[in-house]
């Protein structure tokens, strides 16, 4: 049975395949730009100067809109991992040897699907700073901005550098 579903859905394997690559752009570059020049410079104006409300609900109101567009990343990302399966099944590709396909599945793993995680629990879950601010939860708010700042930070790093090199491994298939 399993093996006549594969067959089935096998002839639309470049199918899957274009929305893994599109997904893998909405997820890759859907937060960059609003990050970069908008939230990041509103979270830092607003660590200078805690005591400024004006900053502060400039920052507030930056993070709101950047969660609510982390939605869409976070939608592709899930699109992502499903369509990177469904490849790896009808193409059965095996995993034991070395190869693009290995290195790309294991920085998944052990990288960007920790790192997403955590993300989405920021930006929608336990961290979700509209629900907090909406609560009147000023503390706990505060706390979930901190912790989503301190994240950004960290992995603004390991992003710049693995999703452009996920990009050339994939394309260029080095090994």
């Given at each position: 049975?399993?093996?006549?579903?594969?067959?089935?859905?096998?002839?639309?394997?470049?199918?899957?395949?274009?929305?893994?690559?599109?997904?893998?752009?909405?997820?890759?570059?859907?937060?960059?730009?609003?990050?970069?020049f908008?939230?990041?410079?509103?979270?830092?104006?607003?660590?200078?100067?805690?005591?400024?409300?004006?900053?502060?609900?400039?920052?507030?109101?930056?993070?709101?809109?950047?969660?609510?567009?982390?939605?869409?990343?976070?939608?592709?990302?899930?699109?992502?991992?499903?369509?990177?399966?469904?490849?790896?099944?009808?193409?059965?590709?095996?995993?034991?040897?070395?190869?693009?396909?290995?290195?790309?599945?294991?920085?998944?793993?052990?990288?960007?699907?920790?790192?997403?995680?955590?993300?989405?629990?920021?930006?929608?879950?336990?961290?979700?700073?509209?629900?907090?601010?909406?609560?009147g939860?000023?503390?706990?708010?505060?706390?979930a901005?901190?912790?989503?700042?301190?994240?950004?930070?960290?992995t603004?790093?390991?992003?710049?550098?693995?999703?452009?090199?996920?990009?050339?491994?994939?394309?260029?298939?080095?090994?």
């Open positions: 049975m399993i093996d006549e579903i594969r067959l089935a859905i096998g002839p639309g394997y470049l199918y899957i395949k274009a929305l893994h690559v599109l997904s893998a752009a909405i997820w890759s570059f859907s937060t960059t730009v609003a990050f970069s908008y939230l990041k410079p509103a979270l830092r104006a607003a660590s200078r100067h805690p005591d400024d409300p004006a900053l502060r609900a400039r920052r507030d109101e930056f993070m709101r809109r950047f969660d609510k567009g982390a939605s869409l990343e976070h939608i592709a990302f899930v699109i992502l991992v499903i369509t990177a399966a469904l490849m790896l099944w009808i193409g059965r590709v095996d995993l034991m040897r070395w190869s693009f396909i290995s290195a790309m599945l294991w920085l998944g793993i052990l990288v960007i699907l920790p790192m997403e995680a955590f993300d989405i629990y920021l930006s929608h879950l336990g961290g979700n700073k509209k629900r907090l601010h909406l609560a939860d000023r503390e706990r708010y505060e706390r901005m901190d912790w989503h700042w301190k994240f950004l930070r960290v603004e790093p390991l992003v710049i550098v693995l999703v452009p090199a996920m990009f050339v491994i994939a394309i260029a298939k080095p090994f």
